[in-house]
């Protein structure tokens, strides 16, 4: 009797997750008939995420339906609305008419996150993000047309709200993107504000004084130890009262784990991963893995987690499809580690900043870590080729890059 292997979600975790179990089904000589693997996802490609603080967000992303045909992985097209571990059922749609369910043996959930949108008035009617393909282009476009309307303050300034990552890097980014949209003689405002009481909270003190110069030498603003109270179709109100013309806002301020993850009656963590341990199993669900953003993972023997990235999600999806393949097929499970942690952090024509090891020590900047930042992102983050050997022997879980 055929067994299957369900995968939810095609991003980085899920992606790996389905090229790794089809690797192990290989290597045991077990054919597509006797074990399906599935992937299910909305549509058949890889959101190239990480870029899309970029120009031309339309262009980010990555067909897979030939990767995965190319190793026998089946794809449905579809979004998983509810599951039921105990039948080992989940239920999906695909248009609103369109409902159907499918059984699984063994369970991959690796629907990523999603940006948090607090309830700060005027965010969801006013707000823009590079959180997903559609709203980085929606963004676009409200960039393009604010060219065609009259010079002002409002038109002319963009506030980042958040300045972690993703706030630091669309914030870099818009200096030089602005220029090109609106003309190099523009005269362009661009600030960042969070509440928190330095710029690039959580990779410490040593990487500081280069993000903030490279902010400085941009013409960047920084507001910290503010939030941003409400927003109007012409600007925003801040946590102490004052008020900012802007026609532009970019919400960055945190992401929290798809909504999925709270169907599941197991233990999750404040941005809502389930906890899974070493093998990435859902304690408590028998068959269920979780992968990616989706889960809380301990990455190391010295207690570090898996942060919610691309750089742990390619890894931890490579693990939990290995492992899952492992259960239905009698081998022993591999435990995930990933020692190796760098960051990669753009910062638009200032450069980018790399830095190694959980302490973030400093390897590289300006033009060099520019350079590797360029290779990350338009190289390493991609899907591999659709040819088969190469593609599942990229997915080998110790072969997975740490980088990213």
Not at 201 to 230: C, F, Q, T, W, Y
Not at 236 to 257: F, P, Y
Request: aromatic share 6%; with cysteine.
């Amino acid at each position: 009797m055929q067994k299957r292997l369900l995968i939810i979600g095609a991003g980085f975790a899920g992606m790996y997750a389905a090229l790794s179990a089809a690797r192990l089904r290989d290597l045991k000589g077990v054919t597509p008939d006797q074990l399906e693997i599935a992937l299910i996802a909305p549509r058949p490609a890889l959101v190239v995420r990480p870029r899309l603080y970029e120009a031309k967000p339309e262009t980010m992303s990555a067909p897979l339906l030939d990767l995965l045909k190319a190793v026998d992985v089946a794809y449905i097209q579809g979004y998983v609305t509810d599951v039921d571990t105990d039948k080992r059922i989940v239920e999906a749609a695909g248009h609103p008419e369109d409902l159907f369910t499918i059984n699984y043996d063994r369970l991959v959930v690796a629907t990523g996150s999603q940006l948090f949108r607090p309830p700060v008035p005027g965010l969801a009617e006013f707000g823009f993000s590079v959180d997903s393909l559609e709203d980085a282009v929606a963004l676009d476009k409200h960039l393009h047309k604010l060219a065609k309307q009259p010079e002002s303050d409002a038109r002319n300034t963009v506030v980042v709200a958040g300045g972690g990552f993703t706030g630091i890097e669309a914030a870099t980014e818009l200096p030089a993107r602005l220029k090109e949209i609106f003309g190099p003689k523009a005269k362009m405002r661009v600030l960042i504000v969070d509440r928190s009481d330095a710029i690039a909270p959580d990779l410490g003190a040593g990487p500081r004084p280069i993000i903030e110069k490279a902010l400085k030498d941009l013409g960047i603003e920084m507001h910290m130890k503010l939030g941003v109270a409400e927003l109007t179709r012409t600007g925003v109100k801040l946590s102490d009262g004052s008020e900012i013309a802007a026609a532009t806002v970019i919400w960055a301020a945190g992401i929290r784990a798809h909504p999925l993850t709270q169907k599941f009656a197991a233990e999750r963590d404040n941005f809502g991963r389930l906890i899974v341990d070493r093998e990435l199993r859902v304690p408590g669900l028998p068959g269920v893995f979780a992968t990616g953003d989706s889960a809380k993972a301990i990455c190391d023997d010295d207690g570090n987690f898996a942060l919610m990235s691309c750089q742990h999600a390619t890894r931890m999806g490579a693990f939990a499809g290995n492992n899952a393949a492992a259960e239905l097929l009698g081998v022993s499970a591999t435990p995930y580690q990933q020692k190796g942690y760098v960051t990669c952090l753009d910062l638009g024509s200032a450069g980018a900043l790399f830095t190694r090891g959980w302490d973030r020590k400093v390897e590289m900047v300006g033009e060099v870590a520019k350079a590797t930042k360029r290779e990350i992102n338009t190289v390493w983050i991609y899907p591999p080729k659709a040819e088969r050997s190469a593609a599942l022997a990229s997915a080998e879980p110790s072969r997975v890059t740490d980088v990213g």
